[in-house]
């Protein structure tokens, strides 16, 4: 896994109390347009894609690549976490966690509220903790959304500055793998 360091991938599935977390498949596909086509999930990332764009451009096997982790509820796809590395040649180089790994996450509306995204997330970083010990990850999510901001701070997240981007201001925290 070039991408987040020395770790081979797929790892096996992740299992919690009520989830799995586990590779991407073809049944996954519906879920994933879903996700990107919901206006509500879209409201702090760039809005909603067209569903229309979505089917054609969705591969049979979407979200296939290291780092991506699908959120399973009792066999079905109810969202997905990321781990992935920030992109240093971005154009605003001085923004803060280039370089670093930066936790992402979305779940469909409906599985909202339930704490899945607090268990999902909360698995994920296990692993990654275990798996690149002493490597600390970032979070950066607009300070309106409130949810995120509860979610990052119950994660052990620490905020380490606020900045202007993409039109809104940003939160940016840091996790050590020993939160």
């Known amino acids: ?17 009520r989830l799995v977390l586990r590779e991407s498949a073809a049944r996954d596909r519906g879920a994933f347009i879903e996700l990107f086509a919901s206006p509500e999930v879209g409201t702090y990332i760039g809005g909603p894609r067209p569903r229309a764009e979505l089917q054609r451009a969705v591969p049979e096997v979407p979200g296939r690549r290291p780092g991506l982790f699908v959120v399973d509820l009792d066999g079905a796809m109810i969202g997905m976490v990321t781990l992935d590395r920030r992109d240093t040649g971005r154009p605003v180089q001085d923004r803060p966690g280039n370089g670093q790994v930066e936790l992402g996450y979305m779940l469909l509306p409906g599985a909202w509220g339930h704490g899945y995204g607090a268990e999902a ?25 409130d949810r995120a901001l509860r979610l990052a701070m119950k994660l052990g997240f620490t905020e380490v500055e606020r900045f202007e981007e993409y039109g809104a201001e940003q939160w940016f925290g840091v996790r050590s793998s020993s939160s």
């Open 1 to 17: 896994m070039t991408e987040l360091g020395p770790v081979a991938w797929p790892p096996a599935p992740i299992s919690t109390e």
């Open 121 to 145: 997330c909360a698995a994920v970083l296990d692993w990654f903790a275990g798996a690149l010990p002493g490597e600390p990850v970032v979070l950066r999510t607009q300070t309106a959304n």
